[in-house]
């Protein structure tokens, strides 16, 4: 035999022996871990024959009787059920249980419908809650122990899904209106793009397409029952109104001045001869091309509003309230402000200034 075959006959063997070794070992530790199950199991079984003995047993040492057992209420977790009734003092409440069809599947408010009192201490937070709410809670068959609102988790990537398809439905819809030309919406009168244009529609698209991405989750993961009923609260209220206030404003400065220079016997400051749109510079730029600081401040506070309220619906789709109605997120007082400053400072530099220049 030559040194090449006995080198691989060699390899051979101990690749061999290696193998079995591995086997040895594993057997090993099967047979350790079955005896470590048995002796667990014996443990297991000395320690239940200890702890359940019946409480029967238990005996009175002044009188040495065998004493009953007491009967304990047990505690009833009951994860969906859906106000029906509550007193209108909130001492009780009557819930109708919504079990689920399937595991993990959709809920079917079929169940049993139980009226249990509300103690003392837990009817301000029943306060909170209406008819056709969904609840948590806790009772021992007679009495809330615990209640809280039915939330539904929705994780980030299902929250940025759904919308990034909203927002894309709202775009594809303008773009079917306007014949393939959406940036057309938010063209002046002068050819040039407005900045008064451009914020109330980019915040009309935000609103619509929250407003859709609420009902879409709500609907898809709190079921059909909970479509629609999203309302809006105040101070997004006044944001909204302040946008299109904004747009108003300046289109009747424009379009007054204008009258004003052509009845004068002018040309008209604000026609749309020879320009050429540019979306940047007409944004940041007056009509003479010069950087203006009302129109930068105007759009630094829309990008500032649109981002901090993208943060705040995010986080509010990240748990789905199984309420019969909600708000849209709200903002806060310190954006509100910031957005009526914008707009002021924007309009009153339009009305101060001259048509064609401002």
Same mark, same amino acid.
């Given at each position: 035999?030559?040194?090449?075959?006995?080198?691989?006959?060699? %390899?051979?063997?101990?690749?061999?022996?290696? =193998?079995?070794?591995?086997?040895?070992?594993?057997?090993?530790?099967?047979?350790?871990?079955?005896?470590?199950?048995?002796?667990?199991?014996?443990?297991?079984?000395?320690? /239940?024959?200890?702890?359940?003995?019946?409480?029967?047993?238990?005996?009175?040492?002044?009188?040495?009787?065998?004493?009953?057992?007491?009967?304990?209420?047990?505690?009833?977790?009951?994860? !969906? /059920?859906? @106000?029906?009734?509550?007193? +209108?003092?909130?001492?009780?409440?009557?819930?109708?249980?919504?079990?689920?069809?399937?595991?993990?599947? *959709?809920?079917?408010?079929?169940?049993?419908?139980?009226?249990?009192?509300?103690?003392?201490?837990?009817?301000?937070?029943?306060?909170?809650?209406?008819?056709?709410?969904?609840?948590? &809670?806790?009772?021992?068959?007679?009495?809330?122990?615990? @209640?809280? @609102?039915?939330?539904?988790?929705?994780?980030?990537?299902?929250?940025?899904? /759904?919308?990034?398809?909203?927002?894309?439905?709202?775009? #594809?819809?303008?773009? %079917?209106?306007?014949?393939?030309?959406?940036?057309?919406? &938010? &063209?002046?009168?002068?050819?040039?793009?407005?900045?008064?244009?451009?914020?109330?529609?980019?915040?009309?698209?935000?609103? @619509?397409?929250?407003?859709?991405? =609420?009902?879409?989750?709500?609907?898809?993961?709190?079921?059909?029952?909970?479509?629609?009923?999203?309302?809006?609260?105040?101070?997004?209220?006044?944001?909204?109104?302040?946008? *299109? #206030?904004?747009?108003?404003?300046?289109?009747?400065?424009?379009?007054?001045?204008?009258?004003?220079?052509?009845?004068?016997?002018? *040309? !008209?400051?604000?026609?749309?001869?020879?320009?050429?749109?540019?979306?940047?510079?007409? #944004?940041?730029?007056?009509? %003479?091309?010069?950087?203006?600081?009302?129109?930068?401040?105007?759009?630094?506070?829309?990008?500032? *509003?649109?981002?901090?309220?993208?943060?705040? =619906?995010?986080?509010?789709?990240?748990?789905?309230?199984? +309420?019969?109605?909600?708000?849209?997120?709200? /903002?806060?007082?310190?954006?509100?402000?910031?957005?009526?400053?914008?707009?002021?400072?924007?309009?009153?530099?339009?009305?101060?200034? !001259?048509?064609?220049?401002?």
């Amino acid at each position: 035999m030559d040194s090449r075959k006995a080198a691989r006959t060699g %390899l051979l063997l101990l690749v061999v022996l290696l =193998v079995i070794q591995q086997l040895d070992a594993s057997d090993g530790s099967q047979a350790n871990l079955s005896k470590g199950q048995a002796a667990n199991a014996k443990t297991t079984n000395a320690q /239940v024959a200890k702890t359940d003995k019946p409480k029967s047993d238990t005996v009175d040492t002044k009188t040495g009787e065998v004493q009953a057992p007491k009967n304990t209420a047990t505690t009833r977790k009951m994860e !969906n /059920v859906r @106000i029906d009734d509550i007193d +209108k003092n909130y001492a009780s409440v009557t819930v109708t249980d919504c079990p689920p069809q399937t595991p993990g599947g *959709a809920s079917l408010c079929n169940g049993e419908v139980t009226t249990l009192n509300v103690s003392d201490a837990l009817r301000p937070e029943l306060k909170a809650f209406q008819k056709s709410d969904h609840l948590k &809670i806790d009772t021992d068959g007679k009495n809330v122990l615990s @209640i809280g @609102i039915r939330t539904v988790p929705a994780g980030s990537g299902l929250r940025s899904a /759904v919308l990034g398809v909203a927002f894309a439905l709202c775009l #594809l819809l303008t773009t %079917l209106l306007t014949w393939g030309h959406p940036f057309k919406l &938010i &063209i002046g009168q002068d050819g040039r793009y407005s900045d008064s244009k451009f914020q109330m529609a980019v915040w009309f698209w935000v609103l @619509i397409s929250t407003y859709l991405a =609420v009902v879409y989750l709500r609907v898809s993961q709190a079921g059909w029952e909970f479509f629609g009923a999203v309302n809006i609260p105040q101070n997004l209220l006044l944001l909204s109104g302040m946008s *299109a #206030l904004t747009f108003g404003g300046a289109k009747g400065i424009t379009t007054t001045k204008a009258n004003a220079a052509i009845a004068a016997g002018h *040309a !008209n400051p604000k026609a749309a001869t020879g320009v050429h749109a540019n979306f940047w510079t007409d #944004l940041l730029q007056n009509d %003479l091309g010069a950087f203006d600081i009302g129109d930068f401040q105007m759009l630094v506070v829309t990008f500032l *509003a649109v981002g901090m309220y993208f943060a705040l =619906v995010f986080n509010f789709l990240g748990e789905i309230a199984a +309420k019969a109605s909600v708000d849209l997120p709200n /903002v806060d007082t310190t954006i509100l402000a910031s957005f009526g400053l914008g707009q002021g400072a924007y309009l009153t530099k339009k009305a101060v200034g !001259n048509a064609g220049e401002s």
